[in-house]
C-alpha cells in the first residue's frame, strides 16, 4: 500500500455570523464577514494540490441553520471542487449544525463507492475506502446538545486497514466548552484505531496517550473573534505502507486576530507606548504574511503612568490606529485598546483629600478585608447569572479565580488605578 494522505478540518463555522464588529468605525465587516469561506475554499486549494486521497471534517461545518441559501451553495461548490479532484469527502454533524434539514436538501456530489458526505446521526456506522485501505468511523449529532459518550458504540476497528474515527467532542469536559460527547483519551486509545480526528475545541492540540494513537483537535479552519489568535487551518496526515501516521499543520486562515500585550512597568512617558507596539505589530505582521491582522492592544503592569494612561485612553487609541496605519497601511485594524494597568503600591496608600482620599481607604479596607473573596464573588456571581444558559459552566469559574488571593489583590489595584483616573478626569 503506497503512502496515504488525509486532510482533518473541523469547526469551519461557515457564514458565522460577525460578533459586534459593525459597532466599530472603520471596521473591515466585509473581508471578516466573507473570510470562513475564502478559508473553506484556501482547505480545498490545499487538498487538490497536495493530491490528497480524503478529506474529512468533524463537524460544525456551519454555525446553525442558515440565513441564506448561499451559505449550503458555497459548501456545495467546494465539494464539486474536491469531487472534480477525484477527492472523497466525509462529514459528521456537530453541535452547531445538527441535523441540519437544509443542508439535506442540497444536491452534494455523488459518491456511490463510499456513499452519502454526511454520516448518519442514527448510529455510529464505518465508510470503507476499499482501494486506499482505509476505514473511517463516526457519527454525527442528531441534536445539538449530545451529552452521552457516543464514542463507546463506535464500530471495532477492521484488521488489514487504516482506522480513523471522526467525533465531535468536549473530551473530558474541562476546557472552555460546553460538555458535549464527553470520553476520556483512554477510552479512545482503547478503541484500536489509529488516528482520532476530532472537532470542538477551537484549540489545535493532541491529546494522545504514550504509546497510543494521535487524538487531535485540528482547531477551526478561520479565526472568528478576538478570543481566536493565531494561525488557524487543518492537518495533513502522512500514511506509510505499516498504518503508521504523522500529521502537519497547514494555515488557511485569510486574516488573522492577533492580541498585543504591552508590559507599561518600564515606561518613563506614555508616548513609549506607542513605539512598544510599533516594533511588536511589525513582528507579527512578518509571520501573518498577507493576511490581514485583526489587533486588540492590552496594556498591563504597574506604573506611576496607570492614571495619565486610564484618563487619555480614547487619545492613546487613535494614536496607536495612526501608528497600525503608517505601519500596515490596510493590512491592520486596531479592534481595541484594553488599558488594564495598576498604580505601583506606593501611589495607591498615599494621603490624598476628598474623593480620592475616600476612594483609597475604601479600596484598603477591601485589600484587608477578610470577606473581600465572599464580597467580589458575590458581585461577580450577579453578572454570571445574566450570561446565557450555555456559557454558565465551570469553565467560566476557572476564569474568574476569586479564590485566589493574587488574582484578587491584581483585581483590586487595577479597580484602583481607574477609579483615580475617573474621578481625576471629572475634576
Not at 492614571?307 to 492613546?316: A, G, H
Not at 479592534?335 to 475616600?358: I, Y
Request: proline letters at 4%.
Amino acid at each position: 500500500m503506497k503512502t496515504r494522505k488525509i486532510l482533518h478540518a473541523a469547526d469551519i463555522h461557515l457564514d458565522s455570523p460577525l460578533q459586534k464588529l459593525d459597532r466599530y468605525e472603520n471596521a473591515p465587516v466585509e473581508q471578516i464577514r466573507g473570510a470562513s469561506r475564502r478559508a473553506l475554499a484556501n482547505m480545498t486549494t490545499l487538498a487538490i494540490d497536495q493530491e490528497v486521497d480524503l478529506v474529512v471534517i468533524a463537524g460544525d461545518l456551519y454555525d446553525g441553520d442558515w440565513t441564506d441559501q448561499n451559505t449550503g451553495l458555497a459548501f456545495v461548490a467546494q465539494a464539486a471542487r474536491l469531487s472534480d479532484a477525484g477527492i472523497p469527502l466525509l462529514v459528521i454533524r456537530g453541535n452547531h449544525d445538527a441535523a441540519n434539514l437544509m443542508t439535506s436538501s442540497l444536491p452534494l456530489p455523488s459518491q456511490p463507492e463510499i456513499g452519502p458526505m454526511f454520516l448518519s446521526e442514527k448510529k455510529a456506522e464505518t465508510r470503507i475506502l476499499e482501494d486506499l485501505g482505509i476505514a473511517v468511523h463516526g457519527q454525527s449529532f442528531a441534536r445539538r446538545s449530545e451529552s452521552g459518550n457516543m464514542a463507546a458504540s463506535y464500530p471495532d476497528p477492521i484488521n488489514g486497514m487504516f482506522n480513523l474515527g471522526m467525533l465531535h467532542t468536549g473530551l473530558e469536559g474541562n476546557s472552555m466548552h460546553a460538555n458535549y460527547a464527553p470520553c476520556t483519551p483512554r477510552e479512545l486509545t482503547d478503541k484500536g484505531y489509529h488516528y482520532w480526528a476530532l472537532g470542538h475545541i477551537h484549540l489545535r492540540a493532541n491529546h494522545g496517550l504514550d504509546g497510543g494513537p494521535p487524538i487531535v483537535f485540528s482547531g477551526n479552519l478561520q479565526g472568528r473573534h478576538i478570543n481566536e489568535t493565531g494561525e488557524k487551518g487543518c492537518l495533513i496526515l502522512n500514511v506509510d505502507d505499516r498504518d503508521n501516521c504523522e500529521f502537519s499543520f497547514h494555515a488557511c486562515d485569510v486574516l488573522r486576530w492577533h492580541e498585543c500585550v504591552i508590559d507599561v512597568s518600564k515606561i518613563k512617558h506614555q508616548e513609549e507606548v506607542l513605539d512598544l507596539f510599533d516594533v511588536s505589530i511589525r513582528k507579527t505582521l512578518e509571520s501573518a504574511e498577507d493576511r490581514l491582522l485583526v489587533t486588540r492592544v492590552r496594556l498591563v503592569g504597574q506604573t506611576p503612568l496607570a492614571t495619565e494612561l486610564l484618563r487619555n485612553e480614547v487619545k492613546l487609541r487613535s494614536d496607536l490606529q495612526a501608528v497600525a496605519v503608517m505601519v500596515a497601511r490596510e493590512q491592520l485594524w486596531l479592534e481595541d485598546l484594553r488599558v488594564r494597568v495598576q498604580l505601583p503600591k506606593a501611589n495607591t496608600n498615599q494621603d490624598l483629600d476628598g474623593p480620592l482620599q475616600s476612594v483609597t481607604e475604601v479600596l484598603g479596607e477591601l485589600r484587608q478585608s477578610s470577606d473581600a473573596e465572599k464580597t467580589i464573588g458575590n458581585e461577580l456571581d450577579d453578572l454570571i447569572k445574566k450570561l446565557p444558559t450555555e456559557l454558565r459552566n465551570d469553565a467560566m469559574f476557572s476564569a474568574l479565580p476569586v479564590n485566589d488571593p493574587e488574582w484578587l489583590a491584581n483585581l483590586v489595584d487595577s479597580a484602583a488605578a481607574e477609579v483615580h483616573a475617573r474621578i481625576q478626569s471629572d475634576q
